[in-house]
């Protein structure tokens, strides 16, 4: 199954390294369904001109993901200001608000409806600002949707009828906050919905069945990633052989190994902030 991966990238600036690593959740997921398949992914978003732009692109380029439907515009990258406590969990300090991407949002055309079309899979984040778009696009393709933590019932209503896949992080729920939140999102039309809870492991739900799907123990660098490499371990998996129990642990699978180095997939560059934009 062909992946495309819309929406949200930033690089992830490790203040204490000193270095950039390329990052955001759709670029991710591309990234790493792209590693675990035969079947070349794509990635659509909007880049600025600057080094970290350059950088995002370069990364992609040697990962092998098809970036011919990416934007370039005059501007800053989307950036986040990353730290790790001592047990490796990243931290979020803050960010440029996504940069250049953020302030003028993606425009779909028929073309690039066209373009998307040729894929089996669409995923997209709350991030990414496509909540327009999904009831179009879900005639077309099916979606896989990335709430991060947001669960207010406003947004699960815009979101939740138009996509296939939906995934929380919900480290702070408790197990009866979570199973209220697949039901809600159940009833709402999705059919597929999994929360992943740190060191608690994973919850999916399918309608009539509940999955547990446990941490796979790891020396934890650092979890920056590691959520999203859980989804495109179970994507990956789940669109190939249709079993639940074999895709939740290769995402687990992966997500461990991602635990093990720094930034989301690597590519780490020595960054100085008082950069020239690049033309």
């Known amino acids: 199954m062909k992946l495309i991966g819309i929406g949200d990238n930033v690089v992830d600036y490790y203040r204490d390294q000193g270095k950039i690593y390329p990052g955001g959740n759709a670029l991710n997921v591309a990234v790493f369904y792209n590693r675990l398949t035969d079947d070349p992914c794509a990635y659509m978003g909007i880049v600025g001109n600057d080094e970290c732009a350059a950088h995002v692109m370069d990364s992609l380029k040697q990962e092998g993901v098809d970036t011919s439907r990416v ?8 950036m986040a200001f990353v730290a790790l406590d001592k047990d490796g969990d990243r931290v979020f300090e803050g960010s440029n608000k996504g940069g250049i991407q953020s302030r003028l949002g993606l425009i779909l055309d028929e073309q690039d409806i066209h373009y998307i079309s040729k894929h089996d899979l669409l995923h997209t984040s709350v991030f990414s600002r496509l909540e327009y778009r999904l009831p179009q696009l ?101 669109g190939e052989e249709q079993d639940v129990v074999k895709a939740m642990q290769k995402g687990a699978t992966v997500a461990s190994q991602t635990c093990q180095s720094y930034g989301a997939f690597g590519y780490g560059k020595e960054y100085n902030p008082n950069y020239k934009m690049v033309q």
């Open 71 to 78: 934007r370039r515009a005059i501007g800053e990258n989307g």
């Open 138 to 238: 879900n005639k077309v393709i099916d979606i896989s949707f990335d709430f991060s933590t947001t669960y207010e019932d406003d947004y699960l209503k815009r979101v939740c009828p138009y996509i296939h896949y939906a995934f929380f992080s919900g480290s702070d729920l408790s197990e009866e906050e979570c199973m209220e939140l697949m039901k809600k999102a159940h009833s709402l039309g999705t059919k597929m919905v999994c929360i992943t809870r740190g060191g608690e492991g994973a919850l999916l739900s399918t309608h009539d069945k509940i999955f547990k799907q446990p941490i796979i123990p790891t020396e934890v660098v650092d979890t920056l990633g590691a959520g999203d490499s859980f989804i495109a371990g179970f994507l990956s998996s789940y």
